[in-house]
């Protein structure tokens, strides 16, 4: 059974019963400091715990004679490990692009690395978060933009069949068949569907980031809606970076805050 050791609110851990009473014979763990495993619904005082912990059984002997361990002439001080909150190694880490890079590749691609990166992005959110609606948003933004092109191409060919066998009558104009107004209107529709769908993406995956790392992994995550609505991916990106470096000195025992 492991305990995790709380002292002044500042995580130790996990421990076995045999390491609280050395760290304790050692000065290491206090009396007072809290402990609890995962199956304890409260924290209880290191005393409480070892005095109601069963004493270490001795081993038996060949000869069937108790044989206790002996125990260490100096005992070996050595402090507690500073540990993250519980969950943040169970998750993968975001993905690990520089900011700053990813803002030059999408400047010199017109945009289109950003759009790749954030479909990147969503991929990894279905890791974390496998109820995630973002790869969905951005998929059927794909489609309906696939679509709406082959719409204004369509758009085109009435325009130019309409020229080639109507020639413009001075009295009248050019007569434009109802196909070109059908069409016209349909691509109306569908680029007001694909800026729709870009948007809900990018406030969706908003949403699921600051919940994950508010209760799956608690590092305390807020972003800004103006921010996410402007510069997406690179918003997301900058945030990833620091998560990252976040997760790194926990691992290591170095306090660090969002």
Known sequence: ???QISRNGQMYGPYTLDDLRR?????????????????????????EILSSAPATPPTQSAAGEAVYAPLAATPVAVPPTTTAPSGVYA?????GLNWILLLLLGFFTCGFFLFIYEMIQASWLRKIFPNSRVLFFYIAFIV????????????MAFLFGTLAHNPPNPNFGVVFPTGFFLTFFISII????????????????????????????PVGLK???????????IYFQFHFNRITAIKEMARYGVPSGY
């Open 1 to 3: 059974m492991l305990y």
């Open 23 to 47: 760290y304790v014979a050692s000065g290491n763990v206090l009396q007072t400091d809290l402990a609890k495993t995962d199956e304890m619904p409260d924290w209880l005082p290191v005393s």
């Open 91 to 95: 998750y993968p880490n975001p993905p």
């Open 144 to 155: 309906v933009e696939v679509v709406s092109i082959f719409i204004q191409f369509g758009r």
């Open 190 to 217: 569908l680029s007001i569907t694909t800026i729709v769908l870009f948007i809900e993406a990018r406030f969706t995956m908003r949403d699921e980031l600051v919940a994950h790392y508010n209760s799956g992994e």
């Open 223 to 233: 972003l800004d809606p103006a921010m996410t609505f402007f510069f997406g991916a």
